[in-house]
């Protein structure tokens, strides 16, 4: 799934592990969303969002 | 979801899920061989310890062996310096587990087999020295694609 957490997380001055740390997951994982292999649960979605603070849509919706 | 599962998986999400597919994958495989145990026992006697041995060891072999190779142990090591980090500590891991148990065995059942025992313990030391090697590479190189 594209997404918009790897320019959230720069923009917010992040490095992986700190926003792994924040979101209570491994920097692997982190990595793995943010380059679209894996797909995140609502919950860890939320969690990002609320670590970057921005909202569902600013991550996630992806606008043609 | 609640599930007395949880106690054996990980945390992380994700690691959480791939375990979750290993143990399901292992256990579609083990029914599969069971199912050709009981067509081989029908021509072929096949004894029930081994049957069941077998049976042990594809599951956990299997799992044992899809974890290692997915790369997902050592999420955390992204650059040369931890790499080589965690190689010194899955040394000393491994080094410490073969002094131990010889050391222990030797204390309590005196040094008759002292032959077999050296190379039974330096045989699993070796295999699980190179799954962890195995397993650290790869994860090394799935992380340093990932930033």
Not at chain 2, 8 to 17: H, Q, T
Not at chain 2, 41 to 57: E, G, K, Q, T
Not at chain 2, 91 to 103: E, N, P, Q, W, Y
Request: glycine share 4%.
């Amino acid at each position: 799934m594209k997404n918009n957490v790897k320019i959230a997380r720069i923009k917010a001055s992040l490095k992986q592990e700190q926003l792994a740390s924040r979101t209570g997951v491994t920097r692997q994982t982190i990595g793995l969303i943010e380059k679209g292999n894996y797909n995140p649960s609502l919950q860890l979605c939320v969690a990002i969002a609320k670590a970057l603070n921005k909202t569902l849509d600013d991550l996630f919706w992806e606008v043609e | 979801m609640k599930s007395w599962m949880s106690f054996f998986l990980p945390d992380d999400e994700y690691r959480e899920k791939m375990m979750l597919y290993f143990f399901s994958e292992s256990a579609v495989i083990l029914l599969l061989s069971l199912i050709g145990m009981i067509i081989y026992n029908h021509y072929f006697d096949i004894s029930v310890v081994n049957a069941l041995l077998i049976s042990i060891l594809i599951f956990l072999i299997y799992i044992t062996g899809r974890y290692v190779v997915s790369g997902i142990e050592y999420t955390d090591v992204t650059t040369d310096k931890a790499y080589r980090k965690e190689l010194k500590v899955i040394a000393i891991r491994v080094i410490g587990f073969f002094v131990i148990l010889i050391s222990v065995y030797l204390l309590l059942e005196g040094s008759d087999k002292w032959l077999k025992l050296i190379l039974l313990t330096l045989s699993a030391s070796i295999i699980w020295f190179f799954a962890s090697l195995i397993s650290l590479k790869r994860s090394y190189n799935k992380n340093k694609d990932l930033l």
